[in-house]
């Protein structure tokens, strides 16, 4: 549909006839400085003829003026209203890779697999739900590092995810997860979100970096940052031997009191997934802790048309001038 951005222009239309009827007649000089005698031989056909040949370039500078005041009330087209799903939420998701993640106890159509690809299958899965959200990621080891700023761009996010691997931030076997907290606390701070939320997923417990777990929660809620703590592994698992079968426990490193601490120190939940069905359902509740509904933002893609009659505004007025010249 058009739409006039500044319709309240368009009532300067009038405005020539206005300033001809509210000014003075200009007033014949009482004196020419030339003086023709012969003046009346030129007859009253001359003069029929110069108000003729005034005629048309009046019309078109009318028109000129009309099409003028068209482009000044700035004509635009505006399309169907297309309804935009923001949340207003940023969303930071920290993943371990230090070599415990490497452990094959997860199972995913009946294959079994490691813990950090289990974690990217689930969460790739939560990226696409989160509509409306920037999401951003953290993979930490034995240091932290951002690898994918906050970003609408869910698939650049998913891609970068799918591309981690372990060892990827260092070498050696140990975690920082109070860095990976600090290393969000940073980025998000200053941003101006609705909301703020780190998903934070480990196997082990804090052996590494600058800051302990619960400074680094308290740093998170000076800044409103909100933690979900998730602590992945099985509980049990048999490993065979030389001398036979033994079920161990693949998750004795798993300080799940710190983890229960952070999460309740900000305000957010621990959770414990020792399958992929349990991750997968964490990040189900996760969906309903932190829902990416909100009232609906619609909109309309808007076309600019003014560019139009002004250009043939200033064309006709160039027609009128160059006559002015011509008769120059």
């Not at 001809?20 to 003086?35: C, D, F, I, M």
């Not at 935009?84 to 070599?99: E, H, P, T």
């Not at 959200?133 to 995810?161: N, Y």
């Not at 076997?173 to 200053?190: C, E």
Request: with cysteine; aromatic share 8%.
């Amino acid at each position: 549909m058009s739409h006039f951005e500044w319709p309240w222009l368009l009532l300067s239309l009038p405005l020539p006839i206005l300033v001809r009827w509210l000014l003075p007649t200009q007033t014949v000089a009482e004196q020419a400085a030339l003086k023709v005698p012969f003046l009346d031989d030129f007859g009253s056909e001359g003069k029929k003829r110069l108000t003729s040949h005034q005629q048309w370039p009046l019309v078109i500078a009318s028109i000129a003026w009309c099409f003028l005041v068209l482009a000044s009330a700035r004509p635009q087209w505006l399309g169907e209203p297309i309804e935009q799903a923001i949340s207003g939420r940023d969303l930071m998701m920290a993943v371990d890779v230090s070599g415990s993640m490497a452990e094959e106890d997860f199972v995913i159509n009946n294959r079994a697999i490691d813990r950090l690809t289990a974690t990217k299958t689930v969460a790739n899965e939560f990226f696409k739900r989160r509509t409306g959200d920037r999401v951003g990621l953290i993979l930490f080891g034995t240091t932290a590092h951002v690898q994918a700023p906050l970003t609408f761009d869910h698939k650049t996010v998913e891609t970068l995810l799918d591309e981690a691997f372990i060892g990827i931030t260092d070498d050696e076997p140990q975690t920082s997860i109070g860095d990976a907290i600090g290393l969000a606390v940073k980025r998000l701070k200053d941003e101006k979100s609705d909301s703020r939320v780190l998903i934070l997923l480990t196997d082990g417990a804090n052996t590494a970096g600058e800051i302990e777990p619960l400074q680094a929660a308290q740093l998170a809620v000076d800044n409103q940052l909100k933690i979900y703590t998730i602590g992945i592994g099985a509980d049990e698992m048999v490993v065979k031997s030389f001398f036979g079968s033994r079920r161990v426990n693949p998750s004795r490193d798993l300080d799940e009191v710190t983890l229960n601490a952070i999460a309740e120190k900000t305000g957010g939940q621990y959770f414990r997934a020792r399958n992929t069905e349990q991750l997968e359902l964490i990040y189900q509740l996760l969906d309903q802790l932190e829902p990416v509904e909100k009232d609906p933002n619609y909109f309309r893609p808007m076309t600019e048309l003014y560019p139009w009659p002004l250009a043939f505004s200033l064309l006709l007025a160039g027609l009128v001038a160059l006559n002015r010249v011509r008769l120059l």
